[in-house]
């Protein structure tokens, strides 16, 4: 995988449509005046926080356990980004019930960035299920989303020049944390013994974690939650798990459980036993103040959960000794 980290502007852009360009980046208020910085999924917040420091307040949209596939803004939602002097989202049409309102921001001259603008296009995973729709879940690859803190600290720079090497010191200082989170993820992955090393979950979220971390993966739903499992998805799922003996599979916190019911239902009928290896954060982080509500904590908390539950090596309270009690 090559991530490009080039030095351009992003351009003000709706989500699934081609980038826009502007010529010109309203500057801040003046000064050391805080300004403000809305922002959408958790992830996304949770990045733009790291760099943004005490220059900006940042606001999230979507909290814990909001499917972002299927959120529609509230006319308090709507007057956030348009009250806002930043936006960031994640993109990749994954925010699709912001569109327009975005559209109304960037008219306005609001600069509304997405995070995973500059990342390699070769590197995007398109669904089978959509045409020409891309996978947005590139949080899942710590190495990857690191590169998108890197773009937020080059869109600030922009934005507010008098502090662009604040911002490139904290990029530089979170991405070296996670660096260590990548390596982590993917020693603990590794252990997992390579007949049962397979990642069993509700919808297809994780095609990133597999590329970066090696694990496959196999799901009920596509890469959004709006389509619907079918009779032949479960038994073909079920399937699988007799056949290869998989001995866990995988709920998430912003998805419906019910699918992967069904499947260790089919399983059990069949005499094979699977359990619920644990619950996985895959479009939301963990409750606002936890360790798991951090990006950090979110992916240190999916792999220590996935390589203990598969029969990996992994401690019991993860990369940094701060996770709550896993399986």
Same mark, same amino acid.
């Given at each position: 995988?090559?991530?490009?980290?080039?030095?351009?502007?992003?351009?003000?852009?709706?989500?699934?449509?081609?980038?826009?360009?502007?010529?010109?980046?309203?500057?801040?208020?003046?000064?050391?005046?805080?300004?403000?910085?809305?922002?959408?999924?958790?992830?996304?917040?949770?990045?733009?926080?790291?760099?943004?420091?005490?220059?900006?307040?940042?606001?999230?949209?979507?909290?814990?356990?909001?499917?972002?596939?299927?959120?529609?803004?509230?006319?308090?939602?709507?007057?956030?980004?348009?009250?806002?002097?930043?936006?960031?989202?994640?993109?990749?049409?994954?925010?699709?019930?912001?569109?327009?309102?975005?559209?109304?921001?960037?008219?306005?001259?609001?600069?509304?960035? =997405? &995070?995973?603008? +500059?990342?390699?296009?070769?590197?995007?995973?398109?669904? @089978?299920?959509? !045409? *020409?729709?891309?996978?947005?879940?590139?949080?899942?690859?710590?190495?990857?989303?690191s590169e998108c803190v890197?773009?937020?600290a080059e869109a600030l720079?922009?934005?507010?020049?008098?502090?662009?090497?604040?911002?490139?010191?904290?990029?530089?200082?979170?991405?070296?944390?996670?660096?260590?989170?990548?390596?982590?993820?993917?020693?603990?992955?590794?252990?997992?013994?390579?007949?049962?090393?397979?990642?069993?979950?509700?919808?297809?979220?994780?095609?990133?974690?597999?590329?970066?971390?090696?694990?496959?993966?196999?799901?009920?739903?596509?890469?959004?939650?709006?389509?619907?499992?079918?009779?032949?998805?479960?038994?073909?799922?079920?399937?699988?798990?007799?056949?290869?003996?998989?001995? =866990? &599979?995988?709920? +998430?916190?912003?998805?419906?459980?019910?699918?992967?019911? @069904?499947?260790? !239902? *089919?399983?059990?009928?069949?005499?094979?036993?699977?359990?619920?290896?644990?619950?996985?954060?895959?479009?939301?982080?963990?409750?606002?103040?936890?360790?798991?509500?951090?990006?950090?904590?979110?992916?240190?908390?999916?792999?220590?959960?996935?390589?203990?539950?598969?029969?990996?090596?992994?401690?019991?309270?993860?990369?940094?000794?701060?996770?709550?009690?896993?399986?």
């Amino acid at each position: 995988m090559r991530v490009l980290c080039c030095w351009l502007w992003l351009s003000l852009a709706c989500l699934g449509c081609a980038a826009e360009s502007s010529e010109t980046v309203p500057e801040p208020a003046g000064g050391d005046a805080r300004y403000t910085i809305v922002t959408t999924t958790a992830m996304v917040t949770d990045i733009v926080q790291q760099v943004a420091g005490d220059r900006a307040t940042v606001t999230g949209l979507m909290g814990t356990g909001v499917d972002p596939h299927l959120f529609r803004p509230s006319t308090s939602d709507h007057s956030k980004l348009l009250a806002a002097d930043v936006i960031f989202y994640s993109g990749l049409m994954l925010e699709g019930g912001l569109d327009p309102v975005l559209k109304k921001a960037r008219e306005r001259g609001k600069p509304a960035f =997405a &995070v995973t603008e +500059e990342i390699d296009p070769a590197y995007i995973r398109y669904s @089978a299920e959509f !045409e *020409g729709h891309p996978d947005p879940h590139v949080w899942n690859d710590v190495a990857a989303w690191s590169e998108c803190v890197a773009y937020v600290a080059e869109a600030l720079a922009k934005y507010d020049p008098p502090h662009a090497d604040e911002y490139a010191a904290n990029a530089e200082r979170y991405r070296a944390e996670l660096a260590a989170l990548h390596q982590y993820a993917q020693k603990v992955i590794a252990s997992i013994p390579e007949e049962q090393r397979t990642l069993v979950t509700a919808h297809d979220a994780f095609e990133y974690f597999s590329r970066a971390y090696h694990i496959p993966v196999k799901s009920v739903l596509g890469i959004t939650t709006e389509s619907e499992a079918g009779v032949e998805d479960i038994n073909s799922l079920v399937d699988f798990l007799v056949e290869h003996k998989i001995p =866990a &599979v995988f709920i +998430e916190t912003s998805v419906n459980s019910r699918n992967i019911e @069904a499947v260790m !239902e *089919g399983a059990a009928k069949r005499d094979w036993q699977v359990k619920i290896g644990g619950t996985l954060f895959s479009d939301a982080m963990g409750a606002p103040g936890t360790y798991e509500g951090t990006y950090i904590g979110m992916l240190d908390h999916n792999a220590t959960v996935v390589a203990r539950a598969l029969g990996g090596e992994a401690p019991e309270r993860g990369f940094q000794g701060k996770l709550a009690a896993t399986p």
